[in-house]
């Protein structure tokens, strides 16, 4: 695809996590190979970023604001700290402008929602555009819808325009007449691919039969990550299947309390914590199939399409972005609710499906290389970026 050469500054918040970096990586490598210039906006400098982005040949810029968290959790407090951080935006955005306009950009790109405001702000004075790639669903716990409305009003104000990862996160924004966008995420699908990590984790070392089903779930410990669910769905379901939690902090309350569930159920020699891990794809390779048991509606799930493209089938709940991603039946299982019963019903189907795991798995992969891939995004977005 053609497409005619912008100079891009991307807005980093300086921490960004696994799922974040995993989309900046990809386009701070992507663009830049398809003709584009590319500067970023550290807005909380970060040294090791800051150098390996330096070694990048990127042109890294650092002007510092304010970032207040709210004191506590209410509504009220979400308020206040929105309110802070903009006026806080206010002077950082014509200083942005400035910068902007000296280096010749003509696009802006941002994921973090904390900084819409400093980027619709900066557009408009530097007479740029801004595309806010979209990484979750927009929450409703603000009163009077204030963050909908505030977004809607930067929306039609003509800069910032929302580019969603999934139809189910652009819904989140709600209704409104200004210019949206969905782009699916990729991946590196040379990466991720069947056969890749093969060899480099051992079942023998966690205590796994080579012949037993192994699901596998790739998530953070924490609650909404559905990993309480999953144990006692295990126990409901019953069989000889295995399952891995790949991810941690093991230290945490939430994972001391996983680990008495299991106890309890008497599924220790079943269920199996692996911890957090740096390469995910060696324990991708050990599984059958691959989860997603997220109790609220994930906004597009990278982990989902990782294991497709590796030749994993997997179950998720279906609610959110595994809706638009898993084919039911075809390149895995869709689950109705995020429920201990649901889930059960689900691992239950999908042994059932086993003798299909390897037509299943290979669907997978040729559905994740066709749509979900690192060119088919830079491809997507390469078309905004022309228009």
Known sequence: MTTVASHLLFILEGGEGYGVMRVWDTLLRGLPARGHRVSVLLLRDNAALRARLETQGIDVLHLPVASPSPRGSGRAQKVWALGRRGVAQLGLARRLAREIRARGIDTILLQSPLATMLAALSARWSGT???????????????????RRVYRALFRAGPLIPVANSHHTDGTLGPGHYRRHVLHLGIDTDTFCPGAGAGLQSRAALGIPEDAPLLGLMARI?????????????????????????GGPLESRFAGALREQVASAGLQDRVHFAGPQADVIPWYALCDVVLNTRTDPEPFGLSVIEAMAMGKPVLAHGAGGPSETVIDGETGWLMSAPTAAAYAEGIARALADRPRWAQMGAAATAHAQAHFSENTMLDGLGALLSR
Request: hydrophobic share 45%; charged share 15%.
């Open 129 to 147: 555009r801004a595309f806010w790639m979209m990484p979750n669903s927009v929450s409703s716990g603000y009163p009077l819808d204030l963050n």
């Open 222 to 246: 924490t609650p909404e990550k559905g990993q309480a669910e999953l144990i006692e769905a295990m126990s409901l379901a019953g069989g000889d299947a295995h399952l891995l939690l790949c």
